[in-house]
């Protein structure tokens, strides 16, 4: 392990924290992303049963998934603010970590519905405590000259996990049941139990990797106040919004656009007549794009500027995200998709760096919350209104989505100004 981190901190030039932090979101985000497959597998198997509170099962399901984005995005400006507080990043990262390790493990004793809701929820809030702080980590490690860099390294790993999860999730449960033999004892597992257990681990490795590799940089402290409202409106009277806020507005629209694409399988698959496999490899291309393209646009932008990357991502995020409403075969869809994810990389770093940039001494926690909540509600508002729009026609979420796109470009070109010197 340690030869593999030298070598990787050769290849990325970043600091060891960084990439250990990295590999752990990684670990971490497999297992995340495990439960996105397996929960609705689960909820629909025969082992959860009880109250259903009057709810179809697929309805249940969207609760189950949509009260762990809820309670993730909405707790995050209150966990970032605390750790700015404290000055302890790294303990924040462990609460989170070990809350999902238990969580994780709480799955395989759950079998009703009602469980499952509070099992869900509390990752939820485990994870708030997880993605404002190691952003804020990342933030503090790097300078301003390659703030856009680790950033972009962070990300990469990051999404990685993310998208290697929900592959493996669907053959480890398809596989079971397992059967373990251990001297005299057989143990068997189903490929529900594996997976969760699964899951558990990789948070067990990422939280000893954390405790082993990372630490709080020595110039952290906790002087922020005690309040903790988000400022909407500039400070400096320069512009009307404040850059940090508009960021986020921006991030918030970039996330809902792209999650688009996530409720309307059936009526995807439809139109370009074409089956799962294909839409598995569309939804894995806006993935692909940001693991590429992620760490050099976060280089690129500590040379060239972060808003010049920002302003072009947004609106070449408008023709990319239209275009899915109009495309007629499987292969452009793909490629649709991809450079929508080459639109979300000129985005996403710039954007944290930025942000990061603005941050005051003890604030990285919370201003650097205030986008990755954006994220998360966006990531929510997409599928949400993408579901109810597409009665009215198969293009008109996309044209929501590109209209959005707009408003966010516009809000960046007027609200937004460069914080790097070149």
């Not at 909405?74 to 809350?99: C, E, M, N, W, Y």
């Not at 257990?197 to 002087?223: C, G, R």
């Not at 988000?230 to 918030?252: E, M, N, Y």
Request: include cysteine.
């Amino acid at each position: 392990m340690v030869g593999l981190l030298r070598r990787l901190l050769a290849a990325f030039s970043v600091d060891r924290r960084v990439l250990a932090l990295a590999f752990a979101r990684m670990a971490d985000g497999v297992g995340n992303s495990f439960l996105i497959i397996v929960i609705p597998l689960y909820v629909g198997s025969e082992v959860v049963g009880g109250r259903t509170f009057g709810l179809e099962e697929a309805v249940i399901i969207g609760t189950i998934l949509s009260l762990y984005g809820f309670l993730n995005s909405s707790a995050q400006p209150f966990t970032g603010r605390f750790s700015d507080r404290t000055g302890k990043r790294r303990a924040f990262i462990l609460v989170g970590l070990v809350g999902l390790t238990i969580t994780n493990l709480a799955y395989v004793l759950a079998d009703t519905y009602a469980e499952l809701l509070v099992i869900r929820g509390l990752q939820g809030v485990s994870v708030a405590f997880i993605v404002p702080t190691s952003i804020a980590l990342v933030n503090e490690l790097a300078t301003t000259r390659d703030r856009g860099g680790n950033m972009g390294v962070y990300n990469t790993f990051r999404l990685i996990g993310f998208g290697a999860g929900p592959v493996a999730a669907g053959a480890v449960v398809s596989l079971g049941p397992y059967t373990l033999s251990l001297t005299t004892l057989e143990v068997t597992l189903s490929g529900f139990d594996a997976a969760f257990y699964v899951a558990a681990i990789t948070a067990a490795i990422s939280a000893l990797m954390v405790t082993l590799l990372v630490s709080d940089p020595e110039a952290t402290k906790a002087n922020a106040g005690d309040d903790l409202s988000i400022a909407i409106r500039d400070p400096t009277g320069r512009h009307l919004l404040d850059p940090v806020f508009t960021l986020g507005i921006a991030t918030l629209f970039l996330a809902a656009s792209i999650a688009l694409f996530a409720t309307i399988q059936p009526q995807i698959n439809a139109r370009l007549e074409q089956g799962a496999t294909w839409f598995g490899l569309q939804f894995a291309g806006f993935v692909i794009a940001q693991v590429l393209l992620q760490t050099p646009i976060g280089r690129a932008c500590d040379r060239y500027g972060r808003r010049p990357f920002i302003v072009a991502g947004m609106i070449f995020l408008v023709p990319t995200t239209l275009v899915q409403g109009y495309v007629l075969t499987s292969e452009a869809m793909f490629l649709a998709r991809l450079l929508q994810g080459v639109a979300g990389a000129m985005v996403f770093a710039p954007s944290l760096a930025l942000a990061g940039d603005l941050a005051g001494e003890g604030e990285s926690g919370t201003k650097l919350s205030i986008l990755t909540m954006a994220f998360g509600f966006g990531i929510a508002l997409g599928p949400f209104a993408s579901g109810a729009l597409v009665a009215y026609g198969f293009r008109v979420p996309f044209i929501f989505g590109a209209v959005i796109s707009a408003v966010g470009a516009v809000l960046v070109i007027t609200q937004v100004e460069e914080t790097l010197e070149l």
